[in-house]
């Protein structure tokens, strides 16, 4: 069984900088895709950003340039750098990994981690 454990969620002024780790524990299948989704309230949860095994990244269009993923040498933690944090970015981010390139489903979901960006 796969757990994905997140951290460093909490709240931080507009222009300010987080970042967000999720660590696997448990065998995951191999060629597969982790990321991070986010749902703020009121609103769909969408897909952030994400990294393949092979080094494919994708960001949405709301976060390039600000945010950063990246994946450790043993495949099994993501990290999310964002910075230059905006209020719209709020919203609960989740870690997720699946063995879809378009994210059509997730294998596994962490329990989230809230982000406030507010002065």
């Known amino acids: 069984q796969v757990q994905l454990v997140e951290s460093g969620g909490g709240l931080v002024q507009p222009g300010g900088s987080l970042r967000l780790s999720c660590a696997a524990s448990?065998?995951?299948?191999?060629?597969?895709?982790m990321g991070w989704l986010r749902q703020a309230p009121g609103k769909q949860r969408e897909l952030v950003a994400s990294a393949t095994e092979g080094g494919i990244v994708y960001y949405a269009n709301s976060v390039k340039g600000r945010f950063t993923i990246s994946r450790d040498h043993t495949g099994n933690t993501v990290n999310l750098q964002m910075n230059s944090l905006k209020p719209e970015d709020t919203a609960v981010y989740y870690c997720g990994v699946t063995r879809s390139r378009t994210w059509s489903y997730v294998d596994y979901w962490g329990q989230g981690t809230q982000v406030t960006v507010s002065s």
């Open positions: 448990g065998s995951i299948f191999s060629d597969n895709n």
